[in-house]
């Protein structure tokens, strides 16, 4: 049996920004590969302390989005041996037009979260997000299918998944776009693989 927990990443600046302006923060300079805010980092936090699946992770995989990375690097901090891997194909919906959801280039990366291995990056620089067009539901959806299938083949029975709302509603149920059900900040939530 195969125990897969996915959770969204802590509070961060961008979440702030829309809940002064809406959407229009997505797509400000300064929300670029938002960071946590102070409040996201202390959900991390006790998530890492209070979780008692913790200890029962083999491995991670985390979305290479700053949000993402600081809140997995917080969950784990005290679980030093879990390997924690991350793959693009995490990354939120939509990618493109969003600067939020843009990644820095891996080499950056590297140089701040040393302990993530970016091996499985696809490329040096962000090629999946694009300045032009917005990614379409059905791209989500294959790249959904692909990780499911990537999830099933894995030797692990224990794996955590830190990335986003949109990317999760969907992954978990089929939900995308549903503001009425907004996933929790820092809540693991299980994935049926079957």
């Known amino acids: 049996m195969k125990y897969i927990y996915c959770m969204r990443h802590g509070l961060a600046y961008h979440n702030v920004k829309a809940l002064e302006m809406g959407s229009q923060a997505y797509v400000l300079d300064e929300c670029f590969d938002a960071p946590l805010v102070d409040k996201g980092l202390q959900q991390a936090k006790d998530l890492g302390e209070q979780w008692e699946a913790l200890s029962l992770i083999q491995k991670v995989f985390v979305s290479p989005l700053t949000r993402t990375l600081e809140t997995c690097q917080e969950i784990f901090k005290m679980h030093p041996d879990v390997k924690i891997i991350a793959l693009d194909v995490i990354k939120e919906f939509p990618q493109g037009l969003q600067i939020c959801n843009k990644r820095r280039d891996k080499k950056d990366l590297q140089e701040k979260f040393s302990r993530i291995d970016f ?4 490329s040096e ?13 059905e791209e989500l959806r294959e790249r959904i299918q692909d990780f499911k299938k990537f999830l099933k083949g894995l030797e692990e029975t ?3 998944v830190v990335s986003h709302s949109a990317f999760l ?8 776009g549903d503001e009425a059900n907004q996933l929790k900040h820092c809540h693991p939530y299980p994935l049926d693989l079957n």
């Open 125 to 137: 620089s962000d090629q999946i997000w694009r300045k032009e067009r917005m990614e379409h539901i």
């Open 158 to 160: 224990d794996v955590a």
């Open 119 to 122: 091996s499985q990056l696809e």
């Open 169 to 176: 509603n969907e992954t978990l149920y089929g939900r995308i």
